[in-house]
């Protein structure tokens, strides 16, 4: 018995291993966020698993593509994750329009994410102002929101950009971009809760 179950077990690891190491790369490059739906509609999956840490907003989410270059959740709304496995990048879209068409003049919100899918930056309108970069930081129980102060960092299209401008957008909101706090934040309900499962904009 004890065999049996060993042996079981190792059939489970084995099989789990082999099929993550043997995603394929589907050949499908993004350009633009709006590529995304190609992968969506490829529906290759070679791998279902993603951590959602308990939060119920999370488990609600689905994986609709996944190769050895990227994987993308979907949570039944108004929001995507890509996980750009070769940028080890996450990042949260939401859309106006849930089926991720783009709507004049009003762009995706875009979300940096961390391992816990929370946003740690947000390139997005938290106000009746324009868009702008925001840098969201948790602590002792409080969100600490702050906004970009370069030139540079209002008004963004990320639906204009091509998904290399994007990711040398993100370099410079990490590295470069001057962050000023901000009086009002976000509801303590998104301390836990990562914000771009609202599907707001």
Known sequence: MIKYS???AFLFVFCTNKKESDCKDQGIKIEYLTDIDKLVQNGYKCDNHFDNFGVDELKRCQVEF?????????NGFRSRVLFDKKENLKLAI??????FRPVKNRP?????????LMPVY???KFTNVGLSVFKIEYKNNKIVLSEAINKESKNIDVNKLTY???????????????????EKTLDDYFYKVPYWT???E
Request: proline share 2%; hydrophobic share 35%; no cysteine.
């Open 198 to 200: 609202e599907g707001r």
């Open 66 to 74: 996944s190769d050895s270059n990227y994987k993308v959740l979907y």
């Open 122 to 124: 947000g390139i997005t």
């Open 94 to 99: 939401n859309s106006l329009s849930p089926d």
């Open 108 to 116: 995706f919100s875009l979300y940096v994410l961390n391992d816990r």
């Open 164 to 182: 290399q401008q994007i990711l040398e957008l993100i370099e410079k909101i990490k590295n470069t971009f001057k962050y000023k706090v901000r």
């Open 6 to 8: 060993l042996f079981i």
